[in-house]
């Protein structure tokens, strides 16, 4: 099933038992491990806006559609995941990652100022080239704030699993990020909160969109 097919989906009954305004984050977390199914996020997130089709009162672009391209502040063109655009104008980015491993640093991101700046300072020791892989909450928030150069958007990344442990001589991103960027993960698995309130704590800014 093409991309295009598989996000169609969730504008059918398909996803019917999510309706729950009281869904837990943990519960999101179990449903993709039976489901095999990161588009369960924006399923979530289109009942949250009151968005029923690709065209309703708002819009969501596809993954890697060409809509999601833009040039950054280093002059390339930088791609995330999903937008929330609202009368053609984005009004948040939401990234999903199944966990917190596994970014691969890209010939763009090594003009990207903020990596190469904050890998420098806080793990020097790190080969930046292209291949190499680096914290993917590090890479998200450094791919976002590329684009943000050239657009107002709030943005957001969720992670399904849980937040590891960071090993000893290792470099805690995530506390880096959340301290002294103040940008914070939704992290699912274990965490018995209600999904819709934590993205409203973590994102403010998309209660002024909210349907339900």
């Known amino acids: 099933m093409s991309i295009e097919a598989k996000f169609d989906e969730i504008f059918t009954d398909k996803y019917n038992f999510l309706n729950r305004e009281d869904i837990s984050c943990h519960e999101v977390f179990e449903y993709r491990a039976e489901y095999k199914d990161e588009l369960l996020i924006l399923k979530l997130l289109c009942k949250y806006l009151g968005i029923d089709n690709k065209d309703g009162n708002g819009f969501i672009t596809p993954f890697r559609n060409r809509r999601n391209k833009h ?9 995330y995941d999903n937008s929330f655009d ?8 939401v ?3 199944g966990n917190e491993t ?10 990207n100022e903020f ?17 190499e892989t680096i914290n993917p909450i590090l890479m998200d ?12 958007f709030d943005s957001l990344t969720i992670v399904f699993n849980h937040k590891k442990k960071t090993q000893k001589n290792k470099v805690d991103w995530y506390r880096i990020l959340k301290d002294e960027f103040g940008y914070a993960c939704l ?10 309130e934590e993205v409203e704590r973590l994102l ?9």
């Open 71 to 79: 040039i950054g502040k280093n002059g390339r063109e930088q791609v």
């Open 86 to 93: 609202f009368k053609g104008e984005t009004k948040f980015i």
């Open 95 to 97: 990234s999903i990652k």
């Open 102 to 111: 596994g970014g691969e640093l890209r010939a763009a991101d090594l003009t």
């Open 115 to 131: 990596i190469t700046k904050n890998i420098a300072m806080y793990d020097p020791t790190k080969n930046l080239e292209i291949g």
């Open 141 to 152: 928030y450094a791919r976002i704030e590329n684009v943000k150069s050239i657009a107002n």
């Open 187 to 196: 992290f699912l698995k274990g965490n018995e909160r209600p999904f819709y």
């Open 204 to 212: 403010p800014g998309i209660k002024k969109f909210k349907k339900i």
